[in-house]
């Protein structure tokens, strides 16, 4: 059973940055596509960004391009979530999740436990 482990949030100003950390275990890194999602207060869960399993395709949410980078490496078994010029909206708990099935319509099987982003303004 793949297991995942979120870390690098806390509060943060607004207009900085912050990187987010997911490290697998449990499973064959390189046989899955991750992405990172998030849940604002209130809100449903959001897709954030997503890699495909050698790193070289990515896709971003229109809230976060342009701001967020998102890389993995295969041999560190991490994904990383990389967000600059941070809105008071950037505010959630992001969540890494890993797809074992495929680039289009695949299914996120395995999710952290998530790490809260808070952005002060």
């Known amino acids: 059973q793949l297991q995942l482990v979120e870390s690098g949030g806390g509060l943060v100003q607004a207009g900085d940055s912050v990187r987010l950390s997911c490290v697998a275990s449990g499973g064959t890194f390189n046989t899955y596509i991750f992405g990172w999602f998030r849940q604002a207060p209130g809100k449903e869960r959001d897709f954030v960004a997503s890699?495909?399993?050698?790193?070289?395709?990515?896709m971003y949410a229109d809230s976060v391009k342009g701001r967020a980078t998102i890389s993995r490496n295969n041999a560190e078994n991490t994904v990383w979530l990389h967000m600059s010029r941070l809105k008071s909206e950037d505010t959630a708990v992001y969540y890494c999740?890993?797809?074992?099935?495929?680039?289009?319509?695949?299914?996120?099987?395995?999710w952290g436990q998530g790490t809260h982003v808070t952005v002060s303004s």
């Open positions: 999740a890993a797809n074992p099935t495929g680039w289009y319509g695949g299914q996120y099987l395995y």
């Open positions: 890699i495909s399993r050698q790193g070289g395709g990515t």
